[in-house]
């Protein structure tokens, strides 16, 4: 076991801590040797850290979902060193030019909260009680079957974002060069590189790697490969995730999930065998239920550094606006019992969330009547009203009979696994767009006996 050290440079002289650094030619990388396999890509923290200056950064951050503080710190840190942009790339103030720089076959999967600073493999960042002269944090790196990493109490620590915290040192900073250690890489002689065995000042400038060690990772794990997988937005409705992007394997996919409780081992929360779609730019799957806000990660068919996808940040709640609910269309017509029945629906109409109720008011009490759907608009005389659903090439379907209760209204929960929505070709598949009428007997009227409520239009969702 390796155990290399972040310095403060005024302490380092006199404690001889610069003999860390291997003779080398000026101004490049040097590696530990070794790297870490994809079944060690997972960060966790056990948030131990004492300071109150250490978590006071309670503001919610999209890009770094369900988490605050120190935590968050480290989360960037890691993601810094991430082969693209970590979503947007938003979050710190230091880097305007966005969080993964890396540019190499690396991504971290962050795995949330750690219940203790675990063993010398457990890839926890914590805080460790005491000093130790000028040092301020120091990485324990078995490389290819882990590591861990601990922060020196004796110091005032800062989980930022601000980058202006006078003589705290700076948890992201620090962090992102003890990361790359974990990662492989040994100190740097280049200047301005993260990997430079001392900071000067917070350590506000360590986030952002320089092109050093950028070089430095891309030797480990190679650069950036142009089949390796890639996330370019994630979706959620209901409890389904569709995961869009590029370089998918046509099977065998799996997608990576945050844990979503304290504790675990750090393995992510994986769905497997999954098949991509669209000629493999787009996942969908369940989310599972141990899973948790963080990142999610798709690992194409293989173990290789270059099948792993980047870390793209979800908070797994569902996404309101990419599922519409229905709009109203056409004309009701005036029956026996008033102006008109209305159509109507309850929930949005989401494959997955399976929560999708057709309604109609203003029905004679009693009659009978039936829910149908087609693929097309039209506007025709029908009976006593006016027909507003057409085939349109897809055909016309039509539910069960339903009655109107004595109020005059109908309620039906639609089930997504039976006839007729479920299979066919009158399918409600995610993204078919549907034309919903309801047709109902009204022989108090004393016209043709039956009449016609306004319609809905609507696009199924995931
Ligand atoms: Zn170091």
Not at 193 to 220: F, L
Not at 230 to 253: D, K, L, P, W
Not at 332 to 349: E, R, W, Y
Not at 354 to 373: E, H, K, M, R, S
Request: proline content about 6%.
């Amino acid at each position: 076991m390796q155990t290399k050290h972040l310095i403060l440079p005024a302490l380092a002289v006199g404690l001889g801590a610069l003999l860390l650094v291997p003779a080398q030619d000026a101004g490049a990388f040097t590696l530990l040797g070794g790297s870490l396999s994809q079944s060690q890509r997972d960060f966790r923290v056990f948030n131990n850290f004492t300071d109150s200056t250490a978590n006071d950064n309670t503001t919610p951050d999209p890009s770094f979902p369900g988490y605050q503080g120190a935590v968050v710190a480290i989360w960037k840190a890691s993601v810094e060193w991430g082969s693209e942009l970590h979503g947007d790339g938003s979050g710190d103030p230091h880097q305007p030019n966005g969080l993964g720089s890396g540019g190499a076959n690396f991504d971290a999967s962050f795995q949330g909260l750690a219940t203790s600073e675990g063993t010398t493999n457990s890839n926890v960042h914590s805080e460790l009680s005491g000093s130790s002269g000028g040092v301020l944090a120091f990485t324990e790196t078995p490389i290819s079957d882990g590591w861990r990493i601990k922060y020196y109490s004796g110091w005032t620590w800062d989980d930022g974002p601000d980058t202006n915290i006078g003589s705290r040192i700076d948890i992201q900073g620090v962090a992102c060069h003890e990361y790359g250690h974990a990662l492989g890489l040994d100190h740097s002689t280049a200047t301005g590189a993260t990997m430079q065995p001392a900071i000067s000042g917070s350590g506000v400038t360590q986030r952002s790697i320089s092109s050093d060690d950028i070089a430095g990772v891309q030797a480990v794990y190679g650069v950036k490969a142009g089949n390796k997988p890639r996330i370019t937005g994630v979706t959620v409705v209901g409890n389904q995730i569709t995961i869009t992007g590029a370089n998918f394997a046509s099977t065998s996919n799996q997608v990576w999930f945050t844990q979503g409780s304290s504790g675990g081992t750090g393995t992510p929360i994986k769905v497997t065998n999954l098949t991509s779609t669209n000629g493999g730019t787009q996942l969908v799957c369940n989310v599972p239920s141990t899973a948790g806000p963080g990142d999610v990660l798709v690992r194409n068919d293989g173990t290789a550094n270059d099948d792993l996808s980047n870390a793209w940040p979800t908070d797994l709640q569902p996404s309101g606006p990419t599922c519409l609910s229905p709009s109203n269309y056409c004309v009701s017509s005036p029956n026996s019992v008033g102006s008109g029945a209305v159509i109507d629906s309850v929930g949005l109409p989401s494959v997955a969330a399976n929560d999708f109720t057709l309604a109609c008011y203003g029905v004679p009490p009693n009659q009978f009547g039936i829910f149908f759907y087609g693929g097309s608009q039209v506007s025709s005389a029908f009976g006593d009203g006016i027909l507003c659903v057409a085939s349109g090439g897809l055909g016309v379907y039509r539910f069960s009979p339903k009655q109107a209760d004595a109020f005059g209204d109908v309620s039906m929960p639609v089930n997504w696994g039976a006839a007729p929505v479920a299979s066919g070709s009158g399918q409600w598949a995610s993204g078919t767009q549907w034309f919903v009428q309801f047709w109902y007997r009204d022989p108090a009227a004393g016209g043709s006996g039956f009449n016609l409520s306004d319609a809905l239009d609507m696009t199924i969702c995931p």
